[in-house]
């Protein structure tokens, strides 16, 4: 399978991850994980937009309007964030991490995140829970949060399985009288 069309699924959710936080957590910095970048500063939001991709049944092979070949398989795509800030805002604040993230769980079934998501051919079919994962460094408390969502997508890809594009036949055919040549040529639309 080419990685074409998942590299494109990635391009579209990280756009989609790119608006999304932004919209619902103004005050919130923005990281896309494994960036070649320094971490911003707190509060931010670091964002996963494709952990895993499975497969869900067969894919099919379809004939397009044209004639062209593609291939279209369901996938279930997983998709992590996390959420750091500030020691003062663990308990109190609304840029504490653990309530960044709920207002992002709760954003999923606002008709504009709806939207933005089907725009990209995705919709939300799992949210788990957001998850309070705060550390201690040194002797500062690192208030952390995760949440982690599945979507459902489709991929779509051409193919080409080799099938013949032109048909080219000559021949006689016999008759009483005379012969007929024929010639005959199909292309495919």
């Known amino acids: 399978?080419?990685?074409?069309?998942?590299?494109?699924?990635y391009n579209e959710l990280v756009a989609f991850f790119?608006?999304?936080i932004p919209t619902y957590l103004p005050s919130?910095?923005?990281?896309?994980e494994g960036q070649s970048a320094p971490r911003p500063a707190n509060p931010y939001v670091s964002f996963s937009p494709l952990d895993d991709i499975d497969e869900v049944g067969i894919d099919e092979r379809r004939v397009d309007s044209s004639g062209?070949?593609?291939?279209?398989?369901?996938?279930?795509?997983?998709?992590?964030?996390?959420?750091?800030?500030?020691?003062s805002t663990r308990f109190d604040g609304f840029d504490n991490a653990w309530e960044m993230l709920m207002e992002l769980k709760f954003s999923l079934k606002y008709p504009a995140v709806h939207a933005k998501?089907?725009?990209?051919?995705?919709?939300?079919i799992d949210v788990n829970s957001v998850d309070?994962?705060?550390?201690?460094?040194?002797?500062?408390?690192?208030?952390?949060?995760?949440?982690?969502?599945?979507?459902?997508?489709?991929?779509?890809?051409?193919i080409d399985s080799?099938?013949?594009?032109?048909?080219?036949a000559t021949g006689v055919i016999e008759g009483t009288n005379n012969d007929i040549q024929i010639e005959i040529s199909k292309t495919k639309p």
């Open 1 to 9: 399978m080419s990685m074409t069309p998942i590299k494109a699924k």
């Open 18 to 20: 790119q608006w999304w």
């Open 28 to 32: 919130a910095g923005l990281y896309l």
């Open 68 to 87: 062209n070949e593609i291939l279209r398989g369901q996938r279930v795509v997983s998709c992590s964030l996390e959420a750091f800030s500030d020691s």
């Open 117 to 124: 998501l089907s725009e990209i051919n995705c919709r939300v």
């Open 132 to 158: 309070n994962i705060s550390s201690t460094l040194n002797t500062t408390n690192e208030p952390r949060a995760s949440f982690s969502f599945t979507l459902s997508t489709v991929i779509v890809q051409s």
């Open 162 to 168: 080799g099938n013949i594009a032109t048909v080219n």
